[in-house]
């Protein structure tokens, strides 16, 4: 179809448009339309037909298609990034359904199972903001702990990422203790707080090798009062023990090697800690006024 043709249709569709305003702006883009034709070539009569003919292109799908075809994407192709796309287009057409609800929190699965993990995080922190009151505002607050735990690095590097996650386990402990995750997230947190004690003790130990031993009993001292229930306490006693007899405080010595024997009598760890104290012409004697003394009576281990 020529562009003279093209023009004289439109002109023909404006005709019961009226001489009012939109009438003036319908004729303004006829006549810009007019001078853009010629630009696009021998493609105009096709561009046309699609101009003239009702367009289907942006009609929204039904939102349980959308949604099922992501279920169907997620469970049997196995492919996690296709299905959030599919959910998260629920929530682009069908922006305040319940099927949007659903589907984010399905797009956050679906994220996680991908290894995206910023992304599950965002969709899961929408969820719990959106829909704070949901039975499923537990799991969304789950996968972001999730999340942050699974990208938990070795403990030669920055624990940023296990404190994150520490964070929001404890948060999923704290707000839905009674959830099907909370048994989970405590599992999680011990391993966290394992990890966060286990750099501790590494930084402490590089710092008894240079033989700074105040800055060495720092991080002893970290693992002994926030992280006792981990497995590296029993190490964290016997250094203390070691750096305090080097420094010459005596009664934290013996303190620390009394608080591990009580606590930990067969451990290789007080054997070495016992015979360190008596190396030095003393018995290991705890002090109750002792931080050392206080931070396993606080959780009744003393």
């Not at 029993?234 to 080097?246: I, Q, S």
Request: proline residues 3%; positive net charge.
């Amino acid at each position: 179809m020529s562009a003279q043709r093209m023009t004289l249709e439109l002109r023909r569709k404006l005709a019961n448009v009226g001489r009012g305003r939109l009438g003036r702006q319908l004729r303004l883009a006829t006549g810009l339309i007019a001078l853009a034709i010629p630009l696009s070539g021998c493609g105009t009569g096709a561009l046309w037909d699609k101009f003239l003919a009702k367009d289907d292109t942006f009609v929204d799908e039904p939102a349980d298609k959308l949604y099922n075809e992501g279920l169907y994407l997620m469970n049997q192709r196995k492919d996690p990034k296709a299905a959030s796309k599919k959910f998260e287009e629920v929530d682009r057409q069908h922006p305040y359904s319940d099927w949007a609800r659903k589907s984010l929190l399905m797009s956050a699965y679906a994220f996680y199972n991908a290894g995206d993990y910023d992304s599950c995080i965002g969709a899961a922190t929408r969820y719990v903001t959106l829909h704070p009151g949901s039975p499923d505002a537990a799991y969304a607050q789950y996968l972001i702990a999730a999340s942050h735990y699974d990208q938990i690095p070795d403990i030669t590097r920055d624990q940023g990422r296990t404190e994150k996650a520490t964070a929001a386990l404890e948060e999923v402990i704290r707000k839905y203790p009674t959830s099907e995750y909370a048994v989970s997230a405590k599992a999680k947190l011990e391993g966290a707080r394992d990890q966060l004690a286990g750099r501790e003790m590494n930084v402490g130990r590089y710092y008894m090798e240079k033989r700074d031993y105040t800055a060495a009993i720092n991080r002893f001292k970290t693992v002994v009062t926030r992280y006792q229930t981990t497995r590296h306490v029993e190490e964290a006693l016997a250094r203390l023990t070691e750096a305090y007899m080097a420094i010459g405080i005596v009664g934290e010595a013996q303190t620390a090697a009394a608080v591990l024997g009580h606590n930990f009598p067969d451990s290789r760890w007080y054997q070495d800690a016992y015979n360190l104290v008596k190396s030095g012409g003393v018995e290991p004697s705890e002090n109750t006024s002792s931080y050392i003394s206080k931070a396993f009576k606080k959780l009744g281990l003393g």
